[in-house]
């Protein structure tokens, strides 16, 4: 009897001590990408004008190991914009980004990779200098700053990032991020670590119990009559 109640403890401790374990990782895993506040950011690359007043990024694209949803009702994209000095950065479509900028030197990328680190650019001749982007309509998204997020649309092809100097001055450098957010992942990280230490601890106690189910408890020698 003592045997198969040894058997039955150790194999449901056994059971419960794998999936706590697995519970444990995918926590883990899903914590290291998305951490308590559920965002994970994503380094795309620095872009930069020497002689231009802007750079105009209409293409780029996101190679990360970071696993993104296909729903895109499950998260949040924006374009995080890093500097040494503040910037003007703005997101609006196309048409309307490079209407703004007619006459305006800047470099337009049309290229950016971030798995190859590639980038293609053409440097847009001109001599005049842009109106002041913060009076401007037409931007979905705008922020000012030396580090700033704007809200990228994912799936809308024909919407361009302008990146400015914060003075509309020339020699415009900066590095681009892409913030992924998921509401829920750093809630459902925690939970999922709490629920793998809480079955291994489980797991523990029945395999202790089953081992002590298996030992056979001393004899008293009988005396000889």
Request: aromatic share 6%; net charge negative; hydrophobic share 45%.
């Amino acid at each position: 009897m003592a045997s198969v109640k040894r058997l039955i403890l150790g194999t449901f401790g056994a059971l419960l001590g794998l999936l706590g374990l697995g519970v444990l990782g995918a926590g883990a895993v899903l914590f290291t990408l998305f951490g308590s506040d559920g965002q994970s950011n994503i380094p795309i690359g620095r872009v930069s004008s020497e002689a231009g007043r802007a750079v105009v990024v209409t293409d780029f694209q996101i190679s990360s190991s970071t696993p993104v949803p296909l729903n895109e009702s499950w998260f949040d994209l924006s374009l995080r914009v890093t500097g040494d000095q503040p910037h003007f950065v703005g997101v609006a479509t196309k048409q309307d980004a490079l209407t703004y900028l007619q006459g305006v030197p800047y470099d337009l990328v049309t290229d950016f990779d971030s798995s190859s680190g590639k980038i293609n650019s053409t440097a847009i001749p001109g001599d005049g200098k842009a109106a002041d982007p913060a009076t401007q309509k037409f931007w979905s998204d705008e922020q000012s700053g030396d580090d700033v997020s704007v809200a990228w649309p994912v799936s809308d092809e024909n919407t361009s990032l302008v990146v400015m100097n914060d003075d509309g001055s020339p020699d415009v450098r900066a590095g681009i991020d892409v913030l992924l957010t998921i509401a829920w992942a750093g809630a459902a990280a925690i939970g999922l670590v709490i629920t793998g230490v809480i079955l291994v601890v489980v797991a523990i106690v029945l395999l202790v119990a089953a081992m002590r189910a298996g030992a056979q408890p001393s004899r008293s020698a009988e005396p000889v009559a």
